[in-house]
């Protein structure tokens, strides 16, 4: 990359972009490659064949490959005798190892022996590689196979070239990864794979699955996708064959790697001396003994090394305990030491394996070194690791300042000194003496009262002027170092434990008596001067030295610079993320190396070269012999540059003077090229103008004689046509004419025919219609009449059956409220009883005045009724008297008087007026008596009114006070019992983890949108996002329902089939669906859009359910556990269930026979996380539900439980007692008519949404084990509410739970009636009669079968009868029940008398896919919104 024109930032990164595109993963800059990891296999670029051509071949005339910078230093040291080495850097993931492994190989394939010489000693180095990575690389954030420690590689070459020996060198192994994991990292390979051995191995180690060792299981990541641990367990045993490890030192290596797992799930706890500790329980003894056994030492004296310290003074020797804590310390800090201890063995082992050259002059040494690092959280660890790099960095910085030196040297020309960024100042607040963090942490070590507080605090103060040190304004602990490539901000919490590493004697002594010699061999015996003490070693100090040592091998070598960059992190091929590799190429020292060239003159032209390249830039001056030297200097003379240097036999440029003279070069070509273009162009066309006129002339010619021909005989057959067609027309004419008569005549035949037969046929059809239309509606209306006749008779018997059933049940309920009550008791009794006495007492009086106004009034009406019978006969007597003197007028003579006979009528008719008018004023007389009654009623009335308001609002009073007391009561009764349950699930229950922030799927990155092959792809991706943005506007409004089926969930379905989501790697429409479903119910009140989406999520997850299929890498996910928390992300950690037989996409078209005939999908992990995050949803919105309609009744059940007294002593004696009673009884059953209303509205909302009825079912069945639960507890906490009248209460209230569940079938109530089965058995104890001749055998079995003995004795001596005075069960059943109590005690079985409340999710997925049938999705209408939308015309039903 020297040579580009334009040697910058943008140019360097668009370079190695074009680059990795074409799969040319290595660049050189200057002598330093660049290798790109391409995160695929391209085995074309390692062969033999590539080995072949790259040896011997000059740098830089071949491409840039790992190879070339191998066979330079091979080169370099056969012919200059001097060692030289090859440092590979760069973060985790960017390939460091593999570019180990090639150097390696193709040193071997330059300096190794024959075949015949047996296992050559590079053989051996790289077999040793698998044995390393296993005991010393683990699975980080970026790196599935990141190696945890530094390693440099001395390969030792003979006086012909020959590899004679090699030696590992191995620096600062993360000793805290274990016993100290973080989430989603996994510890050292070795640990994973000793579990994954074959069953005997497991068996005779007692080790089992992961996630059952503390050690491992503070991650949830156990396995690698696309690696089995059995199988690389089996290689690594190969690989430890391999190097010259036996089978007896393997099973000692594996046994003490199985006695690290079981060291660390030894817990403690307090013992019971002081400040002692000892083993937690019989889990922690069991693998105390199993480590004494795998380290074949004496348990009780590793027991002791753990928990105490011996102290030894001038006058005694002292055994401390150590408390838990620190117990836990000492056992950690034992694995690390162990687990150190093995890593350095292996590395000797194999170093003394492979065997060392000591007569050997000459090595080559290749450095696998961890890169830069910096994470949110950088501990002890990223402190070395970043201190090591800037030693890397100063070293490389000086090589490169070096080179450039001696290539200005050896030409001889004139330059001043380049600056370069120095580091030391950085490395001297690092390792400095005495004032360096190394040595004040070493200092803060040797102190036994440091914390991470005080060192931080020291180190605020030695560096607070120190331009590279920050102190952060928010932390106390924290400090932030400036290193070359940015700041790095740490955290000192762990540094001090880190950075301590001495041997504690206890353990050393332990060790060192082991009865196997391999696990002594680990732990030799110390000095007797150190043996006395723990002696204190730093990491640090230890770490400082090493890296001085491999700066000095280093510095008395010819260094040779690999950089691996890490194109992603995604660790996916193609994808070239700019930011990040800038950013590795800045901590790598590649931009800084390129900032000391342009520094100087970064373009280097021999002179034949640039006059070859440039010459045509001024012709006269290369005319001729001329010195190239002479001629260099005055074209650039000629274009006048300025800075430029002319050495012996190069010249020397400035940065961006080689691309001016390319474009005055460029320039002067165009114009040449113009002016040859332009004459050649004006001799073609000129040539060809004359030669196409001359052809044209004769063309010309003979067309036109052609097309005078062709008029001519054009003529003549038009007018030999036209006769033709004349003639012709004339007889089709006639022909059509005679063929169109005839058949017009035969048509109007027919068709008059068939009219005729039509008229008949549909008058003779009508009148057939008539008679059977008559005849139907007569037998209809006679059948309808009939079957209304029926029903009637039918609903009138059930409804006066249900009348009379409720009017039986109130009586009931009246009769047996309206028994003997107890004596009044204080004043305000006596006097409502007084009031009501007197209230009576004036309601007799006033129905006696009314009684005898009545009698009066009937009296009058008697007499009224006779007075009109008189007056009737005499009006029939003077009637007869009239006809009787008509008679006699016709017959008597003209002279007979008629004047008399008119008088004594007259005086008749007057006299029974007078009588009518006498009684008609006694009439008035009377009524108005009657109304001075009235009055005087009305008014007795009134003021009995009155005073029945007076004690109606006295009663009021002492009804409220009665009821704020009993409320008092009830809540802190209720606060005690849930108290009390609350203790008794906090020791059952695990705390509930959740896990924080939503699950992200990271976006697919694209390439560049200017590559021509890619463009269809992009459009195609926006076009599928639009699509899915269209899919979420649409299921965020509510769609309602098709039938019983929810459209949405349908529809999601259907889009996620057709676009195929379930079966690609990476997408994030999941995502965004379960964000609108989360975002839909963060309303937790609205049980109508809770319900809907409860319908809308377990509908889809049906069909997720039956359609897909895990495949085999998300089938390894860990199985599901029931937890009793039963909370949200509690239960993400489910596995995959097996789904049943899946849909495929016919499904989408109406075929859905059967379940098992269709095809499964083969489900990826997105579309499998989606299912578990969908399960976890519907459980969120039952349990939203089932704590919605729990907190509405709450109110209710605490007022049900007891019947308020006030009401019971409104109740007294007299003739309107049983009115009374059945209006106090509508008043307290008022409260579990509330229940109901809340049931009834509850189980509308869910069938209005179609939840399904499984669901339904199990909502009401933990509705009514909770209601079971808060009547049962508050029954037996409060003594007032284990009466009889509260029985008998309580039990009127059942029943209308009862009939609430025989209105609601089976369908939705299940089996909710049964789970009041506590309750009822208790309240139906309370109300039986002669409770003293019952046994205990006949309370326990047959009236309170499923109640305790506990609860038993619970209800006996709290019960108390307030109606009739009766008394509980007799002394010996309460004698009996002691006695089993005490039974029960001594077996250690719980005597809670209380109820829990279950508030887990009481189903599973596969109970939810049996419950709910087949669901058919074909002919769902898709909404407006995309009906219109051409991307969703799948949605639309396909016709046959």
């Not at 530094?150 to 003979?158: A, S, Y």
């Not at 047996?816 to 009501?836: F, I, N, P, Q, Y």
């Not at 509405?1192 to 009115?1219: N, T, W, Y």
């Amino acid at each position: 990359m020297t040579k580009l024109s334009y040697l910058h930032e943008p140019g360097v990164l668009q370079n190695l972009k074009i680059r990795y595109e074409l799969n040319e993963i290595y660049t050189y800059t200057g002598n330093i490659l660049i290798a790109i990891n391409p995160f695929q296999r391209l085995p074309h670029l390692y062969d033999a064949h590539m080995m072949q051509q790259y040896k011997g071949a000059p740098f830089g005339e071949l491409s840039p490959h790992v190879f070339a910078v191998a066979d330079v230093a091979y080169r370099a040291m056969i012919n200059e005798g001097k060692s030289n080495s090859i440092l590979v850097s760069g973060e985790s993931g960017a390939g460091k190892t593999e570019t180990t492994k090639m150097l390696m190989q193709y040193l071997a394939f330059l300096g190794g022996r024959v075949a015949t010489e047996g296992r050559t000693v590079e053989q051996q180095v790289l077999e040793s590689n698998p044995v390393l990575e296993a005991f010393g690389n683990a699975k980080t954030v970026r790196n599935n196979n990141s190696s945890r420690f530094g390693k440099f590689v001395e390969i030792q070459f003979d006086k012909q070239g020959r590899i004679s020996g090699a030696a590992i060198r191995t620096y600062l192994l993360e000793r805290s990864r274990v016993c100290q994991i973080s989430d989603p990292e996994r510890n050292y390979h070795c640990f994973y794979l000793l579990c994954a051995a074959p069953q005997e191995e497991i068996e005779k180690y007692k080790l089992g699955n992961p996630k059952s060792f503390h050690y491992l299981n503070q991650s949830n990541c156990y396995d690698l996708v696309g690696v089995s641990d059995a199988h690389d367990y089996l290689a690594t045993r190969r690989a430890m064959e391999i190097v010259g490890i036996s089978d007896k030192e393997q099973e000692a290596i594996f046994r003490v790697v199985a006695a690290i797992l079981h060291l660390g799930n030894i817990e403690f706890a307090k013992g019971k001396e002081i400040d002692s500790s000892v083993p937690k329980d019989d889990r922690a003894k069991f693998h105390l003994k199993m480590t004494a056994e795998l380290l074949m030492c004496n348990a009780e004296a590793l027991e002791d090394a753990l928990c105490k310290r011996v102290m030894i003074t001038p006058e005694e020797v002292i055994k401390r305990s150590l408390d838990p804590q620190s117990a836990a310390v000492s056992r950690d800090g034992l694995a690390k030491t162990i687990y150190s201890r093995l890593f350095d063995w292996l590395v000797d082992k194999i170093n003394s394996s492979i065997g060392q050259d000591p007569n050997s002059k000459s090595l080559i040494g290749v450095l696998d070194i961890y890169g830069f690092e910096s994470f949110k959280t950088n501990s002890f660890e990223q402190f070395c690791i970043n201190f090591t790099n800037e030693k890397l960095q100063q070293h490389f910085n000086q090589h490169v300042f070096k080179m450039e030196q001696e290539e200005y040297t050896k030409e001889e020309i004139d330059w001043s000194y380049i600056e370069f960024v120095d580091n030391q100042d950085v490395l001297d607040l690092i390792e400095k003496k005495p004032g360096g963090i190394v040595a004040l942490l070493d200092e803060a070590c040797m102190f036994p009262k440091s914390t991470h507080e005080t060192f931080a605090n020291k180190l605020y103060q030695t560096f607070k002027n120190h331009k590279r040190f920050i102190k952060p304004k928010l932390s106390r602990t924290d400090f932030t170092i400036s290193h070359y490539a940015g700041e790095v901000l740490y955290q000192s919490d762990l540094f001090l434990d880190k950075n301590k590493d001495y041997v504690v004697p206890e353990h050393q002594d332990l060790l060192d008596d082991s009865k196997c010699p391999f696990v002594a061999g680990l732990f030799p015996p110390l000095p007797e001067e150190t043996s006395k003490s723990s002696k204190f070693s730093s990491i640090g100090s230890r770490f400082k030295l090493q890296l001085q040592q491999l700066m000095e091998t280093l510095s008395s070598t010819e260094p040779h610079y690999i950089r691996c960059v890490k194109p992603n992190n995604l660790l996916k091929p193609a994808i070239f993320e700019n930011v990040n590799i800038m950013q590795q190429l800045r901590c790598g020292g590649v931009l800084e190396a390129i900032r000391i060239s342009c520094a100087g003159y970064p373009t280097r032209r021999p002179f034949f070269d640039f006059i070859n390249r440039f010459g045509l830039l001024a012709p006269e001056v290369v005319e001729g012999n001329v010195d190239e030297k002479v001629a260099c200097k005055k074209i650039l003379e000629k274009m006048g540059l300025k800075g430029y240097q002319i050495g012996k036999t190069k010249l020397f440029l400035r940065a961006g003077q080689m691309a001016e003279l390319d474009a005055r070069r460029a320039e002067v070509l165009s114009n040449a090229a113009k002016t040859i273009q332009r004459r050649i162009r004006t001799h073609i066309a000129r040539k060809q103008f004359i030669a196409l006129r001359k052809a044209t002339i004769v063309v010309q010619s003979i067309c036109r004689g052609r097309l005078a021909c062709k008029i001519f005989e054009q003529m003549r057959r038009e007018a030999a046509a036209m006769k033709i067609q004349k003639n012709t027309r004339r007889y089709q004419a006639w022909k059509r004419y005679r063929k169109l008569h005839f058949s017009v005549l035969v048509l109007q035949t027919g068709l008059r025919v068939m009219a005729a037969r039509n008229e008949f046929r549909f008058k003779k059809t009508t009148k057939a219609a008539i008679l059977v239309q008559a005849r139907w509606r007569c037998y209809k209306a006679a059948s309808y009449y009939k079957k209304l006749k029926r029903g009637t008779i039918v609903t009138q018997c059930l409804w006066r059956g249900r009348i009379a059933k409720r009017e039986l049940r109130k009586l009931k309920m009246a009769a047996r409220e309206t028994g003997a009550l107890k004596e009044a008791k204080d004043k305000l009794e006596k006097h409502v009883e007084e009031l009501t006495w007197r209230l009576q007492l004036e309601k007799r009086l006033r129905t006696d005045l009314e009684e005898a106004k009545a009698q009066e009034v009937a009296k009058l009406q008697n007499s009224l009724q006779e007075l009109q019978y008189k007056v009737k006969e005499a009006n029939a007597l003077i009637v007869k008297e009239r006809e009787a003197a008509k008679k006699a007028i016709e017959e008597a003579p003209p002279v007979i008087k008629e004047t008399q006979v008119l008088v004594q009528d007259t005086q008749k008719i007057d006299t029974l007026t007078a009588e009518v008018e006498n009684l008609r004023t006694s009439l008035e007389s009377e009524r108005q008596s009657a109304d001075d009654l009235k009055r005087k009623y009305n008014e007795a009335q009134k003021s009995g009114e009155e005073r029945q308001k007076k004690l109606e609002e006295t009663e009021k009073k002492v009804h409220q006070l009665q009821e704020s007391l009993t409320r008092l009561e009830e809540k802190l009764s209720n606060l005690e019992s849930e108290n009390q349950v609350l203790r008794q699930q906090a020791v059952s229950m695990a705390p509930n983890k959740f896990l924080s922030g939503h699950l992200h799927i990271p976006p697919i990155n694209h390439r560049d949108p200017s590559e021509v092959e890619e463009k269809p792809q992009k459009s195609l991706n926006e076009k599928q996002q639009e699509n899915q943005e269209l899919l979420i506007r649409c299921i965020s409004q509510h769609l309602g329902f098709a039938g019983n089926r929810p459209i949405a969930a349908c529809i999601i379905y259907k889009c996620l089939l057709q676009w195929r989501s379930f079966e690609v790697e990476r997408t994030s429409v999941f995502d965004r669906i379960i964000q609108t479903i989360g975002n839909a119910i963060e309303t937790q009140d609205n049980n109508d859009i809770l319900a809907y989406w409860l319908s809308n999520a377990s509908t889809l997850l049906l069909l997720l359910q039956r359609t897909l299929k895990a495949s085999g890498a998300a089938g390894m996910a860990p199985q599901r556990r029931r937890s009793s928390s039963a909370t949200l992300f509690g239960r993400m950690t489910q596995s995959f269930r097996g789904a049943p037989q899946g849909v495929n996409i016919s499904l989408i078209n109406g075929s859905m026979n059967g379940v098992d005939t269709l095809r499964q999908v083969e489900a990826k992990y997105p579309a499998l996380l989606f299912k578990q995050q969908l399960t976890a949803y519907v459980e969120k919105i039952y349990g939203m539900i089932r704590d919605n309609l729990k907190k509405e009744i709450s109110p209710l059940l605490g007022l049900c439980i007891q019947a308020p007294r006030i009401s019971r002593a409104s109740l007294v004696k007299g003739s309107s007692r049983s009115v009374a009673n059945t209006e106090a009884q509508r008043a307290l059953i008022a409260h579990w008519q509330g229940i109901v209303k809340s049931l009834g509205n509850f189980l509308n909302t869910l069938k209005e949404n179609h939840v399904p009825p499984f669901l339904v079912r199990k909502v009401f069945t933990q509705i009514f084990s909770f209601i079971n639960v808060q009547l049962f507890n508050s029954l037996l906490l409060r003594r007032e509410c284990c009466s009889f009248s509260n029985g008998e209460y309580v039990k009127a209230g059942l029943a209308e739970l009862e009939h609430w569940c025989y209105k609601a079938t089976d369908e939705y109530a299940g089996s909710s009636w049964d789970e009041l089965k506590h309750i009822r058995q208790a309240i139906g104890f309370l109300v039986i009669h002669q409770k003293p001749k019952k046994t205990l055998d006949e309370i326990s079995h047959d009236l309170c079968p499923v109640l305790s003995i506990q609860q038993l004795y619970r209800i006996s001596t709290m019960y108390w009868d307030d109606k009739y005075g009766t008394h509980s069960v007799s002394s010996d059943v309460i004698s009996n029940m002691r006695v089993l109590m005490t039974e029960d005690s001594n077996n250690a079985v719980s005597n809670s008398f209380l109820l829990d409340d279950d508030s887990s999710i009481p189903f599973s997925v596969d109970d939810l896919s049996k419950s709910m049938e087949q669901i058919d999705i074909a002919d769902i209408e898709p909404p407006p919104l995309i009906r219109e939308n051409s991307g969703f015309s799948f949605m639309f039903p396909r016709s046959e």
